[in-house]
């Protein structure tokens, strides 16, 4: 994997760089600009971190009461390493890829994005979108619910569970759209599935 880091993104989806399209691809049943993908990524994203800080209330419950000061002194770090991992969020979907891939800004539609042209099977699709919100959200959210005086990690959780939001969009997509044995590519701001003509394309 080679990383390209492209500041701030343009709008124009056609300076994303992208490969030749595959014969027959089919393009995913999905938002078809940035913006779009922001209004559903950014509500989707507020309902679920609002459920994970109710669960986050209520698995710390009166004894996070009695504790008063240091807990909110322990959600303040922890939301604050949930900011700062917005950019390792970005660079473990790169690790996953093994080509050029391209990391943006686009802070006006509160969203960092990567984007590579290589196609992919829909199992590392899968596992590259959810890689980090597993790293960041899922594993650390899950340490406090089972240990609570850890309200940092729950709190980390709990935001970078929602920040993954636009990447559970994607694996909902993948999931309900490619057929068995499909493969799948980004080109320009959107994915697209195409069935190889032969094994050695499946690998």
Not at 104 to 118: A, D, I, R, S
């Amino acid at each position: 994997m080679k990383l390209h880091y492209m500041g701030k993104f343009s709008g124009n989806v056609a300076d994303i760089p992208h490969g030749e399209h595959k014969p027959n691809a089919v393009k995913f049943k999905e938002a078809d600009d940035p913006k779009k993908l922001a209004v559903i990524a950014n509500a989707w994203a507020l309902v679920i971190t609002l459920v994970c800080l109710a669960a986050y209330g209520a698995r710390i419950g009166m004894a996070g009461l009695e504790r008063g000061f240091a807990v909110w002194g322990q959600m303040m770090i922890g939301f604050g390493l949930a900011m700062l991992s917005l950019f390792p969020h970005e660079f473990l979907h790169a690790v996953c890829m093994k080509e050029d891939v391209y990391l943006y800004t686009n802070f006006k539609q509160g969203m960092l994005f990567v984007t590579g042209p290589e196609d992919m099977s829909k199992a590392r699709f899968v596992f590259m979108s959810l890689c980090p919100n597993l790293v960041f959200g899922l594993i650390p959210f899950v340490l406090f619910l089972i240990w609570p005086n850890l309200a940092v990690l729950g709190a980390l959780g709990a935001l970078s569970i929602g920040a993954g939001a636009g990447d559970y969009y994607n694996v909902f997509h993948a999931l309900t759209q490619m057929p068995k044995g499909a493969r799948t590519y980004l080109y320009q701001f959107n994915s697209w599935w195409y069935l190889p003509e032969n094994k050695e394309e499946q690998a």
